[in-house]
């Protein structure tokens, strides 16, 4: 037994001898560089037109109609770098319930007008920003421009709303921190 253990170790140290003379043959392994950057060309951005209106909201309309759909984004420039210090969680609380109803409209219909024209609806909150968006298909736009208007404007806040977002926020915070 010892024999075997001991041939078949000289037969390890045979063979990785054997490989060293291959090893060998490449000085400055990697040899391989990065590829080289693709040469510079021209982007091309599509049109925008970019208006202010008289109560100084900014209008940015980009145009792109390769496809038969509409995206709407309002964006607010107030997010969670401007929470009080004692109610950190105000902006994306704010914004979850922007889409929990308005005071022209119930939650079930935003839900069912956006539903009736096959869009989506969504609201959000970051740092800088609070948003309300829609997608919608072109001949439906007049309809989401009005959802998005209603719900930026006419915002419901519903007590029991707050409340069950609250507890869902902090659900989540508790969820996360275990």
Known sequence: MRRSCAAAAAMLV????????AFAQIPDWPSDRPPKPLPARDVKFPPYALKTLANGLQVIAVSHHEQPSVSIRLMVRAGGAQD??????VASLAAAL???????RSAEEVGHTIDSI???IGTGSGTEYTFVEAIVMKDSFGVGLDLVSDMAKNPA????EIEL????????MTVNYD
């Open 98 to 104: 922007l889409d929990q109803g308005t005071t022209t």
């Open 14 to 21: 045979v063979t990785i001898a054997g490989l060293a003379p």
């Open 118 to 120: 096959c869009g989506l």
């Open 157 to 160: 806040f519903v007590p029991q």
């Open 165 to 172: 977002q609250r507890k869902q926020m902090l659900s989540s």
């Open 84 to 89: 009080p210090s004692d109610k950190p969680g």
